[in-house]
């Protein structure tokens, strides 16, 4: 069964660097698209990024463009989200997720996430 | 960059009907997906391409879209049910973004 599992979350202060994992089993992971997407306390979900099979097509909403790099590791079966410039708004349990990307862009399996803090 | 609009809330009884919108422009020329998440969980994904559900979704949940309305109709409300709703699109015109509705409460009285 597909399995994702997050890591690498916890608390960091306002300007630091984190990296969070995505650990993916159960499926091909070389022929899926993947995506990170987050949700601050008590707020609603927010795209962040995601990344094509091949890694070749990036794509990264306004909040995180220039601060956080989507990468993985087809070999490793894994997904990384580089967070830099770190800011309080950023804090958030952060997700991935398999995409389906065939003409349209739906995300069909989440890990459970990994909580990001960012504060002094 | 494109906007969902969702409502806050929808409350329903036990047995009724909700019907929780999804309101975009033009909503009705992409294709909408709908996700539900109970409290302390990752999100599932209950609807894709406006109205196909994914195995193990019971046949309640039941999705359309026209216009600048999408719709989540679930049927015969369970307390189960109870969760937050979310619509998403993928906006292929504003740099390939994932778009999020702000969610939508149901409360099952």
């Known amino acids: 069964q597909v399995q994702l599992v997050e890591s690498g979350g916890g608390l960091v202060k306002p300007g630091g660097s984190l990296r969070l994992s995505c650990a993916a089993s159960g499926f091909t992971f070389s022929d899926y698209y993947m995506s990170w997407i987050r949700q601050a306390p008590g707020k609603g979900l927010e795209w962040v990024s995601y990344i094509s099979s091949s890694g070749s097509t990036i794509y990264y909403a306004d909040s995180v463009k220039g601060r956080f790099t989507i990468s993985r590791d087809n070999a490793k079966n894994s997904l990384y989200l580089q967070m830099n410039s770190l800011r309080a708004e950023d804090t958030a349990v952060y997700y991935c997720?398999?995409?389906?990307?065939?003409?349209?862009?739906?995300?069909?399996?989440w890990g459970q996430g990994t909580l990001v803090t960012v504060s002094s | 960059s494109y906007v969902l609009t969702q409502p806050p809330s929808v409350s329903v009884a036990p047995g009724q009907t909700a019907r929780i919108t999804c309101g975009g422009n033009n909503i009705g020329s992409k294709s909408v997906h709908w996700y539900q998440q109970k409290p302390g969980q990752a999100p599932v994904l209950v609807v894709y391409d406006d109205s196909d559900r994914p195995s193990g979704i019971p046949e309640r949940f039941s999705g359309s879209n026209s216009g600048n309305t999408a719709t989540l109709t679930i049927s015969r409300v369970e307390a189960g049910d109870e969760a937050d709703y979310y619509c998403q699109v993928w906006d292929s015109s504003s740099d390939h973004q994932i778009v999020f509705g702000g969610g939508t409460k149901l409360t099952v009285l």
């Open positions: 997720a398999r995409v389906v990307s065939s003409g349209y862009y739906l995300l069909d399996y």
